[in-house]
């Protein structure tokens, strides 16, 4: 099985061009640089099998925070990518899956290892409504584009099934299908480390049909999330006046980040408010010489010319980048 390359690997950067952990700017993904902080818990916690009441409390937070149906079933994992790798076996009546694309690789990967017949449009088209199974993302990473909840609710009928994954829709709750689940068809993949920083926790749900849900969570089995993920999880989906400022703050410094970039020259392709996209002639050459000057961004093997930068989180981050940019570019006019 090909190797899937995501951001985040900063070991690799620093093997290639050198330098401490703390000498970089990694923002070559989409979570938050200024994490939820860690609240203080009962060492007991991390001495014993997370129980019941713990795995209850925090899916009540979770169905208060996304507005979940009480209809609707919902588990929790060890992030959303545990859930993927089910998603073959769970749906193995299914033969034809369309996966809205460019988006996550790892859709493509567990499909195709299983022997499924994948097909990769470029939106939701005549590709997609010969399919079983669709998978897309809202908004869609890597370029943050949405889609009409009703295409994707028309798509979800009969025996097909509409996987949506919603990783960044915590900065867009408007665009969220998390309300319509309960039924048959839809279901809803949510990541909890994207929006509150804190990637380490390893934390997602899955919500929708509940027999659906119910035969997943038998497949990932008992105490899969540890204790203190799910008294971290609990205590931030209830803590609206961070998750307000922190929406305030994302859309902000991605706007920021986005007017900073096409100053520089790069061609907007789209943005959420834990990332921004772009398209430049000479991508590689840039990504590389941010990567000599020790900032991390994110390329893509699909086309050459497309960029993703995540987020500083500081002043002083957005201006080191500026910085670099503008050097980046000297460099690239006046090459030795």
């Not at 590709?127 to 909840?149: C, E, I, K």
């Not at 789209?270 to 590389?288: M, N, Q, S």
Request: charged share 20%.
């Amino acid at each position: 099985m090909e190797t899937i390359r995501h951001g985040g690997a900063l070991d690799r950067a620093i093997a290639t061009y050198g330098g401490e952990r703390g000498d970089w700017l990694d923002l070559s993904t989409g979570i938050n640089p200024v994490a939820y902080p860690v609240p203080e818990m009962d060492p007991s916690i991390w001495q014993r099998l997370p129980d019941e009441s713990l795995m209850e409390d925090c899916l009540q937070a979770a169905r208060e925070y996304y507005g979940i149906p009480q209809e609707a079933g919902i588990l929790a994992a060890p992030g959303t990518q545990a859930i993927i790798q089910w998603l073959p076996l769970l749906f193995n009546y299914l033969d034809r899956v369309s996966i809205v694309s460019p988006t996550y690789g790892e859709y493509a990967g567990v499909f195709r290892m299983t022997g499924v017949s994948v097909a990769t449009p470029g939106g939701l088209s005549d590709d997609s409504d010969a399919a079983d199974l669709l998978v897309v993302g809202q908004p869609n990473n890597p370029d943050g584009r949405t889609w009409p909840a009703d295409a994707i609710l028309t798509f979800a009928s009969g025996r097909r099934v509409a996987v949506v994954d919603e990783a960044f829709a915590d900065v867009a709750p408007e665009h969220s299908l998390v309300s319509r689940t309960g039924g048959r068809g839809l279901m809803v993949l949510r990541s909890f480390g994207k929006f509150f920083g804190l990637a380490g926790v390893r934390l997602g749900f899955a919500i929708g049909d509940p027999d659906v849900i119910a035969a997943l969570q038998t497949m990932i089995g008992p105490w899969a999330v540890p204790g203190p993920a799910l008294a971290i999880g609990a205590r931030a989906f209830r803590d609206r006046d961070w998750i307000a400022d922190t929406r305030s703050r994302l859309e902000t410094d991605s706007a920021r980040l986005a007017a900073m970039l096409e100053r520089h020259g790069f061609t907007l392709i789209g943005r959420t408010g834990l990332f921004v996209t772009v398209r430049h002639a000479a991508a590689g050459r840039v990504a590389d010489a941010l990567g000599r000057r020790h900032i991390l961004v994110r390329e893509f093997e699909h086309d050459a010319e497309w960029m993703r930068f995540g987020l500083p989180g500081m002043d002083h981050e957005f201006a080191r980048l500026d910085s670099a940019l503008a050097e980046t570019a000297v460099a690239m006019q006046n090459p030795r």
